[in-house]
């Protein structure tokens, strides 16, 4: 994959995580604080805790660390899959951000 191509899917997907919290903030009781500074998106709960994810060029990689550890995702053409075989980026924001929220939340890449 380009450098291009790369940028384009990790943009994509950073841009779907920012909808996801909008869309979860107006649907839920979550009060999800996303705060973007370049590559990188910081979620804050009620609680203080944060999933932060960011993107990590020279590997074309997305890194995301949470109470459940560290997490890096390459894109395979289709989706973000963990280069550990942890599932894929989408389902592991999601049970991250369940976990620690305290709420059934649900990222997607729409």
């Not at 450098?3 to 649907?27: P, Q």
């Not at 009781?29 to 999933?51: C, H, K, P, W, Y």
């Not at 289709?78 to 592991?92: A, H, I, S, V």
């Amino acid at each position: 994959m380009t450098d291009n191509e790369y940028l384009n899917h990790a943009e994509a997907a950073l841009s779907a995580v920012e909808r996801a919290c909008d869309r979860i903030n107006d649907a839920t009781e979550a009060d999800i604080d996303n705060q973007r500074v370049g590559g990188m998106v910081t979620l804050t709960f009620a609680n203080g805790s944060q999933i932060i994810v960011n993107l990590q060029k020279p590997l074309q990689e997305l890194w995301m660390a949470a109470r459940a550890g560290g997490f890096h995702y390459r894109f395979d053409g289709q989706q973000w899959l963990d280069t550990k075989g942890q599932g894929e980026f989408f389902e592991q924001l999601s049970q991250s951000a369940s976990e620690q929220s305290g709420l059934a939340l649900r990222f997607s890449n729409s």
